[in-house]
């Protein structure tokens, strides 16, 4: 059965780069939304295999914020991104128990480690 994987990130190009990697992957079943708003509307109405949720989003509701109220309804496991390391070592972030973190820029090889640990 084919995994499915929301995308929530902001900027366009480094949404298509992760759309990109996964398809070279094998993988053909995501959505992509740009706000942490879009973001719990689509992980409430459908079911994910796998969030990866950036931290700094468009909109009044950051990634973190967005986790948390997914977490509400969906036990989705969720990798967080982002180029800021503050916030990657934050307490709030901590509490919606990511299943991985991930470091701007995002490479296929440690993109397709947290997959693998996801997955199996």
Do not use: C, H
Not at 8 to 19: C, R, S
Not at 26 to 47: H, N, P, Q, T, Y
Not at 85 to 91: G, I, M, N, Q, V
């Amino acid at each position: 059965m084919a995994k499915r994987i929301l995308i929530v990130e902001d900027e366009y190009i480094t949404a298509l780069d992760l759309k990109t990697q996964l398809i070279l992957k094998g993988f053909s079943d995501f959505e992509i939304v740009a706000s942490g708003e879009e973001a719990i509307k689509s992980a409430l109405r459908e079911r994910f295999d796998l969030i990866l949720m950036d931290i700094k989003l468009k909109g009044d509701v950051d990634g973190i914020e967005a986790a948390k109220t997914i977490r509400k309804s969906v036990n989705t496991p969720i990798v967080y991104l982002s180029g800021n390391s503050d916030l990657l070592a934050s307490a709030r972030l901590k509490e919606t128990k990511p299943v991985g973190i991930l470091r701007k820029p995002i490479t296929a090889y440690k993109l397709m480690e947290i997959i693998k640990t996801v997955f199996g």
